[in-house]
């Protein structure tokens, strides 16, 4: 038999504190002053001289061989010039959100005959996630009107995100310049409805909706769309992207076919220029922005509710 330890004994063995005071991070402590001092400060001195080279190397190598996507200056810049003269500079339009037709204002300063027959293309680039698309493309034949040259070239376009967007510009395919140009958060309100013919139909009145029969996360379900406009505007292949609130992740959700579709739009229906039925299947419940583009070119934005 055992014999039982006397009251004193066993408050010895006891901690004298009431919570555990040699913590992991003073145990870690500890062992990092005893490798310190187990390793001569020299050695020290070179794993760290070591480990900074290798960040350099990283560094280096790791931005010169980065795709197109990446780009360190992110910032605002609406000029551009060479060797500090100005070539072309672009206004836009105040407040401009994502989502959202907006109206832009260049200003070229060279002469007309450096445009004239030439196409010129301006392409932007989102420099957080590197999404392109062309926003603008068309040959030069005459001047802005009540000026000698392009010194007020207006266009309008819609830009998928938030955030800083390159507007690169060529001239028959060349580099001509770039400016960038900032987009703020859209809201994300649902889009309203609006009747047009004998139906209800949600998005933008006059410009493009559908007739919503409700989104349920996972599940396909068919649309009927419907688009007002020219024909210059409306034909070309038909393409439909999405956006979850909260997220920078283009997906596709209909596509038609790019070579066989030269005019994929119906013709009038329900007091429209132009229709469409698809089908469309969204893959999570929350907010989501549809995005439609004709022609690789964005119309504009609604917004869904998706259970």
């Known amino acids: 038999m055992h014999e039982e330890k006397p009251v004193w004994a066993k408050q010895m063995s006891e901690a004298p504190f009431a919570k555990r005071h040699f913590t992991n991070r003073l145990a870690h402590g500890v062992l990092l002053r005893v490798s310190e001092a187990a390793n001569p400060p020299r050695r020290r001195y070179k794993w760290g001289a070591a480990v900074m080279m290798l960040l350099i190397v990283v560094l280096v190598f790791g931005l010169a061989g980065a795709p197109n996507s990446v780009h360190v200056n992110v910032q605002e810049q609406n000029a551009y010039d060479q060797q ?17 037709m907006n109206g ?143 997220s920078n992740t283009l997906i596709e959700v209909f596509s038609s076919n790019a070579f066989s579709s030269a005019n994929a739009l119906g013709q009038a229906n329900n007091g429209a220029d132009r229709h469409l039925p698809t089908s469309m299947m969204l893959p999570e419940r929350g907010r989501w922005r549809l995005l439609p583009y004709v022609h690789g070119r964005l119309l504009n934005s609604i917004v869904v509710d998706v259970k």
């Open 84 to 100: 500090g003269r100005l070539i072309f500079s672009v206004a836009p339009e105040p407040n401009a959100q994502a989502g959202v």
């Open 104 to 246: 832009y204002i260049f200003h070229f300063e060279e002469a007309m005959a450096t445009f004239k027959g030439k196409t010129l293309t301006i392409q932007a680039v989102h420099l957080p996630t590197g999404h392109r698309e062309t926003v603008s493309s068309e040959k030069i034949e005459t001047a802005s009107p009540g000026y000698p040259g392009l010194e007020r070239y207006a266009i309008r376009f819609t830009l998928p995100l938030a955030g800083v967007w390159r507007l690169d510009v060529t001239l028959d395919d060349q580099p001509y310049g770039d400016v960038a140009v900032s987009m703020s958060d859209p809201s994300w309100e649902i889009s309203p409805i609006f009747q047009s013919g004998n139906y209800w139909m949600r998005g933008l009145e006059k410009q493009v909706g559908f007739i919503d029969a409700g989104f349920i996360a996972g599940r396909t379900n068919k649309y009927m769309w419907h688009f007002w406009g020219t024909d210059e505007e409306l034909d070309g292949p038909f393409q439909i992207l999405a956006v979850r609130e909260g």
